[in-house]
Nanobody
């Protein structure tokens, strides 16, 4: 059974940093690209960042580029999202997800491509 468990969310002031973690089990983690998505109240889930299964490539939404960094540790079956210079508009539930294709050739930004999801962790940024 595949499980993705996010942690590290919380309530912070604008400008502060947070690091989210997502621990995976039940899948060959090192062969799956991973993504982070977020969903704010009343809005659709949106792509935040993705990392290639080897860690060699990353992709970011324009809204977080230069502030957020996605990384992974395949030895620990964990993917991270380092979030710096947080803004109130970053407030959302953050989800990690695993690509539906092993050793995919490309990083994907659409949520329907990912078929394993965590339960989400709340990030709230106050102004």
């Amino acid at each position: 059974q595949v499980q993705l468990v996010e942690s590290g969310g919380g309530l912070v002031q604008a400008g502060i940093s947070l690091r989210l973690s997502c621990a995976a089990s039940g899948l060959a983690f090192s062969t799956y690209s991973m993504g982070w998505f977020r969903q704010a109240p009343g809005k659709e889930r949106e792509f935040v960042a993705a990392i290639y299964w080897t860690g060699a490539r990353t992709l970011y939404a324009d809204s977080v580029k230069g502030r957020f960094t996605i990384s992974r540790d395949n030895a620990k079956n964990t993917v991270y999202l380092q979030m710096n210079s947080l803004k109130p508009e970053d407030t959302a539930v953050y989800y990690c997800a695993a690509d539906s294709v092993r050793r995919a050739a490309m990083l994907m930004t659409i949520s329907s491509r990912y078929n394993y999801w965590g339960q989400g962790t709340q990030v709230t940024v106050s102004s």
